[in-house]
């Protein structure tokens, strides 16, 4: 499925550009962009000190009046920046609310002079995702994309810095690569988070707990896993880890998978759900009559407002998806201004949400 930004019209006054053209001032575009003439000067003269936002509100400004100081700025730079998110298809509904944020942001994305398409990979094909990185890297001047570790990927996002593309990866990175930021959680902190959660909720007691991921080939749930079980081996010797099972972030996987763990551990007190697909543990733990079972995930979504409005959840472990379009938006503002990455962006916080305290 593709959502495509890229046709839609950009704002312009067409009667008025041949003549902005020929006598277009810094006056002019500083009116324009809404800023000082000074900020006009830095942004032309690509010197620091000006926020993304702002750096695209003058480059926006200038493209509309035509205005470029000579040798100052790349024509490339006055037009849209086109941006490729990549993200996988599915059942998970964080993702789900993400790519439909996007995609319905194409009006403020053009105040920021960019325009972007979303488009949904097969999940957990790292061969899909790779070739799918290049050919849209041939279309767009930057990609976002949930990344898998496996060689063909690290290759196609390397290939793609070559080529002077930039990648950002979203929610899991990859590692050793050429990529150009990485925007979400600190994972390692996120699954000792959730660990300290289930901790607290079980009490000072021997008790097994378990973990649904996802697929370990994302880096997120691996390192979620691994925050998880030395949290455990750290402060809570006596609480065991009884494993690990992936269930793809689907919904009638993960219920397999939660009867299977009650049928082997009737005594088991805690299920982290490190991926997607939590209404099939729901599911399961309701139709046992389990749900003393301390249950926490990731993402806040309708669903898991659900869950923990009747109970079934105790805890919601989040991030903003609109905190991550915009740090995607800053990322590649700077990219584009000559800037370093990450300036001016910060690593989304983890959120806990609770049903007493649910926004």
Do not use: W
């Amino acid at each position: 499925m593709v959502f495509d930004g890229m046709n839609a019209p950009i704002p312009k006054l067409a009667e008025e550009v041949p003549r902005r053209r020929q006598m277009a001032r810094v006056e002019d575009v500083a009116r324009l962009a809404g800023v000082s003439t000074a900020t006009v000067d830095r942004v032309l003269n690509r010197r620091s000190g000006v926020r993304p936002a702002t750096v695209q509100r003058v480059l926006k400004a200038a493209g509309e009046l035509g205005y470029v100081m000579e040798g100052a700025l790349p024509a490339s730079a006055l037009r849209p920046l086109r941006l490729g998110f990549l993200l996988p298809a599915g059942n998970n509904r964080f993702l789900g609310l993400l790519g439909r944020l996007i995609a319905g942001s194409q009006d403020q994305l053009a105040s920021f002079n960019m325009r972007a398409r979303v488009e949904h990979i097969e999940s957990f094909k790292p061969e899909l995702l790779a070739h799918a990185l290049r050919r849209i890297g041939r279309e767009v001047d930057g990609v976002a994309f949930m990344a898998l570790e496996h060689p063909m990927v690290r290759e196609a996002v390397d290939a793609l810095a070559e080529r002077g593309v930039p990648s950002v990866t979203l929610i899991s990175d990859i590692a050793n690569t050429a990529r150009a930021a990485y925007v979400g959680l600190d994972n390692r902190a996120a699954g000792r988070t959730a660990g300290q959660l289930i901790a607290r909720f079980i009490g000072p007691r021997r008790a097994k707990v378990a973990m649904i991921a996802g697929s370990l080939s994302y880096r997120a749930h691996e390192e979620r896993e691994m925050g998880f079980l030395h949290l455990f081996e750290e402060l809570y010797p006596d609480i065991e880890v009884v494993g690990l099972r992936e269930g793809h972030d689907d919904e009638a996987k993960n219920y397999r998978q939660t009867k299977t763990l009650l049928g082997q551990h009737p005594d088991l007190a805690g299920i982290y759900n490190i991926g997607g697909g939590p209404e099939g543990i729901a599911r399961a733990l309701k139709e046992a009559g389990r749900q003393d079972v301390v249950f926490v995930g990731h993402g806040l979504t309708p669903e898991t407002r659900g869950l923990l409005v009747d109970g079934t959840m105790d805890a919601v472990i989040t991030q903003q998806p609109l905190a991550t379009l915009m740090s995607c938006v800053a990322i590649f503002a700077n990219l584009r201004a000559g800037r370093p990455a990450a300036e001016g962006t910060a690593r989304p916080g983890i959120e806990i949400v609770l049903r007493e305290n649910l926004p």
